[in-house]
């Protein structure tokens, strides 16, 4: 008999002699004998049924062979009614996969946004983190203010985090800038800007423990993981509206993000991620984890010391600090120091170094 097959590659049907021979469907193309499709008869099945037309197919395949319905009765005899009833069978398990599709809905809503992120955080264009970051720096600087960025101190800081960003693989360039803040603290934000704040430069001892924060901080960048914690804010949000049709969700939900930034903490699974990497960065640099480890050490110890408890607002972000020193500690090789110490008594004064006078404008001279 003759029939029609759609081979799922090439959009127009090939013309198709169809045979029942020892329990297969064998079909071949009219034009060229090398094309067609040889499935066992029990493994038949009818998709559609129109026209007086059926549509036949074999479970996974893309191949789809259209029949003429009474010629094909007459050919598969009792085994048409089996092929059908297969189809029926099919009809309920696609009601079946309707549900289950939307119990997946439901699901990367809820939980695969989260997992979704890095994926999404990766192909995220730059332009647009970069243009995020931008956004953010500039409603931080309200509460941070920069410490000058004028001085020989604040270049020495701008180096090391280039130097150190050189040793990762960012996606962007890494500018390190310090501003006044009373607590120890430091933000990677989108785009490759790290924020340190004064009090932890006060806090760290040496140039090492400092280039060890920045390493940390840019494998956040390298990693892009402010993308991804952007997107795990969002991505619900916006899913949600675009399933209920809001529309104004995405837009109010960057700028909670944006705005709350007491809540940008990254997830303990990508902090982890950061202090690998960062360790990985400082030995590429040759700056020992020694200093790394004494860092965190101290800053897990500060219990007694009410002024460091008080001040040490990174590590609530950055919990299980003493578990981390003892990662850096078991890490640490032999390096040299990341900065000399007459540059370090340079860098440490980043924020007191005052800009000079503006010299007076041609209106205050009368
Ligand atoms: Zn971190």
């Known amino acids: 008999m003759q029939g029609q097959l759609y081979d ?33 008869l029990d493994e038949v099945r009818e998709i559609s049924r129109s026209d007086g037309r059926y549509g036949l197919s074999r479970a996974d395949e893309d191949a789809r062979l259209v029949v003429d319905a009474e010629a094909w009765r007459a050919l598969a005899g009792r085994s048409s009614e089996a092929i059908a009833r297969r189809g029926r069978g099919r009809e309920w398990r696609l009601v079946g996969g309707l549900v289950a599709a939307g119990l997946t809905f439901a699901a990367v809503v809820f939980i695969g946004v989260p997992m979704a992120a890095r994926p999404l955080a990766a192909r995220t264009p730059l332009a647009l983190e970069a243009r995020f970051g931008a956004n953010m720096e500039k409603q931080l600087s309200v509460p941070f203010r920069a410490c000058w960025d004028g001085s020989d101190s604040a270049a020495l800081l701008r180096d090391l985090g280039q130097r150190l960003g050189e040793a990762a693989n960012a996606p962007f360039p890494i500018r390190v800038k310090a501003v006044r803040a009373p607590f120890v603290n430091a933000f990677a934000l989108p785009g490759g800007t790290i924020l340190v704040t004064s009090e932890l430069i006060q806090q760290a001892h040496g140039p090492d423990e400092l280039a060890a924060v920045l390493a940390h901080e840019i494998a956040h960048v390298e990693r892009r993981h402010a993308m991804q914690a952007a997107w795990r804010a969002m991505g619900a949000g916006l899913l949600l509206d675009a399933v209920v049709g809001g529309g104004s969700g995405a837009g109010q939900q960057l700028i909670v993000l944006a705005g709350g930034f007491a809540d940008y903490r990254f997830s303990r699974a990508l902090e982890a991620e950061a202090d690998d990497r960062a360790i990985q960065i400082l030995q590429a640099e040759g700056v020992s984890t020694q200093g790394m480890a004494d860092f965190f050490g101290r800053m897990a110890n500060r219990g007694d010391d009410p002024r460091l408890r008080q001040a040490a607002e990174w590590f609530k972000t950055h919990p299980d600090t003493a578990g981390r020193a003892e990662k850096a500690r078991r890490a640490v090789r032999p390096g040299r120091p990341a900065l000399s110490d007459d540059e370090w008594d340079v860098l440490d004064r980043v924020c007191r170094v005052l800009p000079p006078p503006k010299p007076k404008s041609r209106n205050d001279v009368r």
């Open 8 to 40: 799922g590659r090439v959009a127009r049907p090939w013309a198709v002699e169809v045979t029942i021979e020892g329990g297969r469907v064998i079909a071949r193309a009219v034009e060229d004998a090398a094309t067609g499709v040889d499935w066992p």
